[in-house]
């Protein structure tokens, strides 16, 4: 009985100018297909601008994404290459900008958006990516 045999490889897909990396592709590689399992990119100064996880070649898996100053921007979930679970968004200073869910790749439910300073501005709701509601609220965060 033969097993196949898995190996992952690793390869550098693009360079800035500077002779950064820019782009690293991380492959699975058995005997008779190569499948893309993960993505990084990063900024000219070599910090991680992203982090993506495939299967399958289709998105899966957390994704993240860091603003250049370090500070998280974007994490949320695909699953079989839709969106799924909730998704949060933060402001260059770190503080949140939106948070929300996804069912099958739409927004489902209540999405709530907040300023720069963190109040809470608008409230949207949301059923198979379509707004059914929206509430604005005042520069203290109440309706």
């Known amino acids: 009985m033969f097993l196949g045999c898995s190996k992952t490889i ?69 699953k079989n290459g839709q969106r799924v679970r909730e998704a949060k968004v933060y402001h260059k200073n770190g503080q949140l900008f939106f948070i929300g869910k996804y069912l099958k790749g739409e927004k489902d439910g209540e999405w709530l958006f907040y300023n720069e300073e963190g109040v809470l501005e608008t409230k949207t709701t949301f059923r198979s990516g379509k707004i059914i509601k929206n509430l604005n609220t005042d520069n203290k965060g109440n309706k």
Do not use: M
């Open 10 to 78: 690793k390869e550098v897909s693009e360079f800035y100018e500077n002779g950064e990396v820019k782009i690293v592709k991380y492959y699975s590689n058995n005997s008779s297909s190569k499948t893309l399992t993960k993505e990084l990119q990063y900024y000219p100064d070599g910090k991680l601008a992203y982090q993506k996880y495939f299967e399958d070649d289709k998105p899966h898996g957390e994704w993240k994404f860091w603003h250049s100053n370090g500070n998280i921007w974007s994490e949320g979930y695909y």
